[in-house]
C-alpha cells in the first residue's frame, strides 16, 4: 500500500521493515497450492456428479459399489474445505 503521511511526503513503497518473513513466503506458496488443489476437486466432484450419473462406482478391498452421487458429495466437500484452508492461509500470510 501506499501512504502519503503529510502533505509533500510520500512513505517508500518497501522499507526495511516491511518485508515478509520466509515462513509467510511458504505459507502463501502452501495457500496458493490449496487453493488450486481444492478449486479442483470440488470442480471434479461436480464432474463425477453430473457426468457420470448413471454409473456406480467401485470400491478397493472388496467394499461395495456406491452412487457418484455420494463420492461427487464427498469430492466436492474436501475441495470445500481445502479451498477455505488455502484461502485463509493465504490470509494468515499477508497478516500484518
Not at 28 to 42: F, K, R, S, V
Not at 46 to 59: D, K, N, Q
Not at 83 to 91: E, N, P, Q
Request: net charge negative; glycine share 16%; hydrophobic share 50%.
Amino acid at each position: 500500500m501506499f501512504d502519503t503521511g503529510f502533505a509533500g511526503q510520500t512513505a517508500p513503497l518497501s522499507s526495511p521493515g516491511d518485508t515478509m518473513r520466509p515462513g509467510r513466503h511458504w505459507a502463501m506458496a502452501l495457500g496458493l497450492m490449496a487453493l488450486l488443489i481444492g478449486i479442483g476437486t470440488a470442480a471434479g466432484g461436480a464432474y463425477v456428479g453430473f457426468g457420470t450419473a448413471a454409473r456406480s462406482v467401485a470400491l478397493p478391498g472388496g467394499l461395495p459399489a456406491i452412487e457418484s452421487e455420494v463420492v461427487a458429495l464427498f469430492m466436492f466437500a474436501c475441495g470445500g474445505v481445502t479451498t477455505l484452508l488455502g484461502a485463509f492461509s493465504i490470509y494468515k500470510a499477508n497478516d500484518v
